[in-house]
């Protein structure tokens, strides 16, 4: 019995593991895909049209102390937007034209979502991409392949801001650098601890060389 049960879960594992292996083929090798296209399949992109809504929580520490905990609920299908920080919970329903009471949310969720699904930015954003090119990631060193993502020097809450990306074989993001406009600062940050929600690749950690900077995310439910 114990045998039969193995077989029956190495079986589903393997069928699971060659659905997966087919759908990165599909990806790697569609022509009608750019490589940011790539990299935004490659975490979900598809998946998560159906998705009707998500919570995260956003979590900053710096040198072992807390400095930020951010939780949010975006129900998708009426774009309703709530933040619960510090016991205190503010919603919002995110549209073009905003109260200014309302912005102080909505500059948090662009920036807190911006690091928990920025594969899927690179389709919804009006952003440049430079061409891939082979690079030396900042934080561990290793060859990877590099692309330079670029947004508007107008409009939003950050323009001007750009991106060197480092992903793999499989166009997952590990490392990137973070370029503030007008050559401000700069931050490298690793994207590990990646998790599947339902085909939703979300990269849970994030962590600067030294270590003393770690941006990463808890409580997270996709539905």
């Known amino acids: 019995m114990k045998k039969l049960l193995f077989l029956a879960v190495m079986s589903v ?3 699971s593991c060659n659905e997966k292996k087919k759908e990165q083929e599909k990806i790697e090798k569609d022509p009608n895909l ?3 296209e790539k ?3 490659a975490n979900g992109f598809e998946k998560f049209d159906s998705v009707s809504k998500i919570k995260f929580t956003f979590n900053v520490k710096v040198n072992d102390s807390l400095r930020s905990e951010r939780r ?3 129900n998708k299908n009426g774009n309703t937007i709530s933040l619960t920080e510090k016991d205190s919970t503010m919603s919002y329903t995110k549209k073009d034209s905003l109260a200014k009471d309302k912005e102080y949310i909505d500059q948090r969720f ?3 979502s911006y690091w928990l699904l920025f594969p899927y930015q ?3 954003s009006d952003a440049d991409f430079s061409e891939a090119k082979t690079a030396n990631a900042p934080i561990s060193g290793d060859e990877m392949q590099m692309l330079t993502v670029s947004f508007p020097s107008e409009g939003g809450y950050t323009p001007g801001d750009s991106y060197d990306i480092y992903f793999d074989d499989e166009f997952m993001i590990q490392e990137w650098v973070y370029k503030a406009a007008g050559g401000g600062r700069e931050m ?3 994207w590990e601890d990646y998790e599947d929600f339902d085909g939703v690749k979300i990269s849970k950690m994030h962590k600067s060389q030294d270590g003393s900077f770690e941006l990463f995310f808890t409580d997270i439910t996709v539905e």
Do not use: G, P, R
């Open 72 to 74: 949010w609920t975006w």
């Open 122 to 124: 690179l389709k919804w």
């Open 110 to 112: 662009v920036n807190d």
């Open 188 to 190: 490298a940050t690793t």
């Open 39 to 41: 990299i935004a399949m």
């Open 13 to 15: 594992l393997m069928i």
């Open 34 to 36: 750019e490589i940011h």
